[in-house]
């Protein structure tokens, strides 16, 4: 089945030190994929997306990820985090041309002065 | 700016009372959707208008009926809420085209409406 995960659920780290985000898919078959942010009580805001071309896609926020086929991976990172980066981070992924957004379960991302 | 909202952004109802929540859109988009999210849950698919199909999730309860009435509105209504259906609810819009054509359904979210249920 299509899956999508996310393999850590809580990941807290100091102010200014870097941070990755994990994520893997289930399927190497044509994929579209997506890192959103949640923030308490707000909707879902997209960081960057995988669509095609350059394997790594930077986005707002100095985000960015790496998208690894062979790994069926799409990590996320930022080499230095600040406070209000903390957050709920979901990863997404699309397996087919109009198909579904899937989610993965999410990532709490608490980061402490 | 185009975006998507929603209101109201907090709903607070009663136990059986029904409720509708709104969401609008001036992306002009054909797809909008309504997820449910549970506290520390990743959002929940719960139906879909593709242009005026209605396409229902298998798992959706009957109490949980959907309308569109133009491109730029879809309302989320709750017949009878039970306590187990407080949670944030999220209104997306996508624009994604017939087959034969790139279609990558990037989604676009509103900020939410969260539902009380006493």
């Known amino acids: 089945a299509q899956s999508v995960t996310q393999l850590d659920s809580q990941v807290p780290v100091f102010e200014e030190a870097p941070v990755e985000l994990r994520c893997n898919y289930s399927?190497?078959?044509?994929?579209?994929l997506f890192w959103y942010v949640q923030y308490p009580n707000q909707g879902l805001q997209l960081l960057l997306k995988?669509?095609?071309?350059?394997?790594l896609v930077k986005g707002i926020n100095g985000f960015e990820a790496e998208f690894n086929k062979s790994q069926t991976s799409f990590h996320l990172r930022k080499p230095s985090v600040h406070i209000s980066d903390t957050a709920e981070y979901f990863c997404?992924?699309?397996?087919?041309?109009?198909?579904?957004?899937?989610f993965g379960q999410g990532t709490e991302l608490s980061v402490k002065p | 700016d185009a975006m998507v909202i929603q209101n109201p952004r907090y709903q607070v109802t009663q136990f059986g009372k029904p409720v509708t929540l709104s969401c609008s859109q001036t992306?002009?988009?054909?797809?909008m959707y309504w997820y449910q999210q549970k506290s520390s849950q990743a959002p929940k698919l719960l139906f879909h208008?593709?242009?005026?199909?209605?396409?229902n999730e298998a798992d959706t309860p009957d109490n949980f009926q959907s309308r569109r009435p133009n491109t730029s509105f879809c309302f989320l209504d709750i017949r009878s809420p039970g306590l187990g259906d407080a949670a944030m609810y999220l209104c997306?819009?996508?624009?994604?085209?017939?087959?034969?054509?790139?279609?990558?359904?990037?989604?676009?979210f509103g900020p939410g409406t969260r539902l009380t249920v006493l």
């Open positions: 208008y593709y242009d005026k199909d209605f396409n």
């Open positions: 399927s190497s078959v044509s994929v579209y």
């Open positions: 997306a819009t996508s624009r994604v085209t017939a087959s034969g054509g790139q279609s990558y359904n990037e989604q676009f």
């Open positions: 995988y669509l095609s071309g350059s394997t």
């Open positions: 992306l002009n988009h054909n797809v």
């Open positions: 997404a992924v699309v397996y087919n041309q109009g198909g579904k957004l899937i």
